[in-house]
């Protein structure tokens, strides 16, 4: 079964550093991009970026470049979405995904989502 | 960037009516690069159409996907009780942008 599996919720501090995790099972982790995608309470989803395992290559949505660190580790199987300093507006639900073809494709596997609350 | 409209943004029916969801894009969608999703509450996102058209994998057969150019539209035939989700549109084909639309919520009347 392909699945992929993320790390637990988190509440920060406001200024503090924080990485989460995505692991991949069942299929070839390093032949497929991971996409992170934010979900703000209430609102819609906002791509955020991906990463291609195999390549080390990522990409970021202008509105998150510079904000967070997208990175993979193929020989774990497993991508990362890092902040070095947290704002209470990181608040919301993460969620990676698989991108289903080799190029510009759909999202066709999704993690569980993780929680990410920063207040003081 | 491409800009994604979704219309209604609340489609209240019931069960066994047809649901009828759109997707505006702001610019000439490349090769039909459109995708739906449905989303419910507590749950992952899960994919129902590709391509505008194409199914993906365990979508039962009262979804369906037309459209091209800027309008598409996300069909349901016959809605069954689990079907009540909030539903975004999302355009992938032009790298690095990875656009979702505001979402549509149905809900059940």
């Known amino acids: 079964e392909v699945r992929l599996v993320q790390s637990g919720a988190e509440v920060k501090k406001p200024g503090e550093s924080l990485m989460i995790s995505c692991k991949a099972s069942?299929?070839?982790?390093?032949?497929?991009?991971i996409a992170w995608v934010r979900q703000k309470p209430g609102t819609g989803l906002e791509w955020m970026g991906i990463t291609y395992p195999d390549a080390s290559l990522t990409r970021y949505s202008p509105s998150f470049q510079g904000q967070i660190t997208i990175s993979a580790d193929k020989s774990i199987s497993t991508a990362y979405l890092q902040w070095s300093s947290l704002k209470a507006s990181d608040t919301a639900i993460y969620f990676c995904?698989?991108?289903?073809?080799?190029?510009?494709?759909?999202?066709?596997?999704w993690g569980q989502g993780s929680m990410v609350t920063v207040s003081s | 960037e491409i800009v994604l409209t979704q219309s209604p943004g609340t489609l209240s029916l019931s069960p066994g009516e047809r649901a009828t969801l759109s997707c505006r894009a702001s610019?000439?969608?490349?090769?039909?690069?459109l995708a739906w999703y449905q989303h419910k509450p507590g749950q992952a996102p899960r994919l129902l159409i590709y391509g505008a058209s194409s199914r993906a994998t365990g979508v039962p057969d009262r979804f369906s996907g037309s459209g091209s150019g800027t309008d598409f539209t996300l069909t349901i035939s016959r809605l069954e009780p689990e079907d009540f989700a909030v539903y975004y549109c999302q355009h992938y084909g032009r790298s690095p942008h990875y656009t979702f639309g505001q979402g549509t919520k149905l809900e059940i009347k």
């Open positions: 069942g299929y070839y982790f390093a032949m497929n991009w």
């Open positions: 995904a698989r991108v289903r073809g080799v190029g510009d494709d759909a999202f066709d596997i």
């Open positions: 610019q000439s969608l490349s090769s039909n690069y």
